[in-house]
């Protein structure tokens, strides 16, 4: 299958899914961390299949990359 698109890599679906899963798991927490722990957990996990579509779209390997460290950067982030 040709990848028409951003949306066609599986690695961007499953960083979508793990919003999804993230969204979920944060509602639960308690409303004082809505503007810390929350926030910073929503942020990192948008900015992962964000950071991979943005690259996906630019002219340039050399970009990409740069872009998909960043995502690993947000992922670290996330995991922490």
């Known amino acids: 299958m040709r ?9 961007w679906q499953a960083a979508m899914e793990l919003v999804e899963k ?8 308690p409303a004082q961390e809505m503007y810390g722990l929350t926030s ?9 299949p964000s950071n991979i579509a943005e690259g996906h779209t630019r002219a340039h390997t050399k970009e990409y990359l740069n872009f998909l460290s960043v995502t690993q950067g947000s992922l670290a982030e996330l995991q922490t």
């Not at 993230?22 to 927490?29: C, E, G, H, L, V």
């Open 3 to 11: 990848v028409k698109s951003f949306r066609d890599l599986r690695v």
């Open 40 to 48: 910073q957990l929503r942020r990192a996990a948008v900015s992962i």
């Open 22 to 29: 993230i969204y979920r798991f944060t509602q639960k927490f």
